[in-house]
Nanobody
Framework: QLQASGGGLVQAGGSLNLSCAAS????????MGWFRQAPGKEREFVIG????????ISADPVKGRFTISRDRTENTAYLQMTSLKPEDTAIYYC???????????WGQGTQVTVSS
């Protein structure tokens, strides 16, 4: 199971952090990431990290602004979001799995709202 936390309301240009804790030990073959879904839009992949190597991949809209990291001892991934824009407003879902992008397991969504 994945337990997400963080999010909230912030003004444009601000920052927010999300975290996602797995309930069990994660192996090197695992991957974690975030998807998001804005009102009236399709769900989209945002960013992900390969648990074993730490390699990260992000979608173009968030490159240079969002950073994902992991704590292997805590089985937790972290999403740091900076320079937030109103178009980043969405429900963010923590995900995990051995595939790429990781979409087998889903945590509960957390709302991120960026005001202009």
């Amino acid at each position: 199971q994945l337990q997400a936390s963080g999010g909230g309301l912030v003004q444009a240009g601000g920052s927010l952090n999300l975290s996602c804790a797995a309930s069990e030990r994660l192996y090197s073959s695992y991957n974690m990431g975030w998807f998001r879904q804005a009102p009236g839009k399709e769900r989209e992949f945002v960013i992900g990290i390969r648990w074993g190597t730490g390699r990260t991949i992000s979608a173009d809209p968030v490159k240079g602004r969002f950073t994902i990291s992991r704590d292997r001892t805590e089985n937790t991934a972290y999403l740091q979001m900076t320079s937030l824009k109103p178009e980043d407003t969405a429900i963010y879902y923590c995900t995990g799995g051995s595939s790429w992008p990781p979409d087998r397991s889903w945590g509960q969504g957390t709302q991120v709202t960026v005001s202009s």
